[in-house]
């Protein structure tokens, strides 16, 4: 099982500028690069403070300077807010300027807050429509001339230009959760991105048997890789989980509270759900049962039951509303503690 870190930049009120959120997860990214995670991935979200992530294309041009061989991910593409065009285009340089360490991830989006401020309102759930019309879209543009007529997107002959270093195609990754998309993302050619968010390792074990029949469906298919998202924390006493868990509730707290959608935000902020709304399903004791928060030999114990069920690549998801340097400290762990007992190429 190899390993990733998934990360955005996140500010909770403004005593902390841009500049220095920048900063913190450049820093980040560097410190897995030094100790042995493949990829960085970086999302896509639009007019929240909480995750600040306009266009992934930004970081990984900018992280490509700033590293030079962790692999650098898109987490994920929205494809209702792209044309198939311009992102076949925009991607593809973007690969050029990394060397080609591009990761290339989409999903369908899913916070209702961005389809009623970019979408005019369209559920989100109608994204799915849009990443399946543009997965073979951008396929077909990155390798040849290629002229669309659909339900969504319709062009005349063109090509992407400039093409991708990476031939024919940077490796393509779908979020998937229902059957459906499983299946969309395999019999495409794509690797498949997992969240159980919140739930238990049941949840885990759900994912992974829809994926598992998605790649029975499509024998004709290599067996593609699946990553596994999980907010991950590292501590080494009770304290220092108590903190982390703290945090994590206090992120899913925020999380909710733009998932329902019923404020309306003050200058990109909203106010965080207290513990009585967010409800038992969130609890501290829940979070800290589901998620990867532990000592490194608890965390060591649940990744490899995530190993034994077929998971290729372990994200380690770094938002979490800690400070810097708690950031730094668990990242630190996992490298020192947790990724040995897991065998690297």
Known sequence: MKFSLFLHMERYDDNKTHQESLAELTELVQIAEKGGFEMAWVGEHHAMEFTIAPNPINYITYLANKTSSIRLGAGTFIAPFWHPVK????????????????????????YQAEFDRLMNG???????????????????????D???????????????????????HPPMWVAARDPDSHNFAISSGCNVMVTPLQKNDEEVQDLMNK???????????DRPDIMLLRH???????????????????WYSMFMAWARNNQTPDNGFVDRLSSEDLGEGFSKEVLRNNLAVGTPEEVVARLKYYETLGVSQYSYWADNSLSFEEKKKSLQLFIDKVMPAFKQD
């Open 87 to 110: 992102l076949a285009g925009e991607a593809a340089l973007a690969d050029i300027m990394c060397d080609g360490r591009l990761e290339f991830g989409i999903a369908r989006g899913a």
């Open 122 to 144: 369209m559920p989100a759930a109608d994204g799915g429509k849009y990443l399946r019309e543009m997965v073979p879209a951008l396929q077909k543009l990155w390798t040849s």
């Open 146 to 168: 290629y002229a669309h007529d659909g339900e969504l997107f319709q062009f005349p002959t063109t090509t992407s230009v400039p093409k991708p270093l990476q031939q024919p």
């Open 211 to 221: 994926f598992n029949d998605a790649c029975a469906n499509n024998p004709q298919v």
């Open 232 to 250: 991950t924390f590292v501590g080494e006493n009770e304290q220092e989980l108590t903190v982390g868990t703290d945090a994590l509730h206090h």
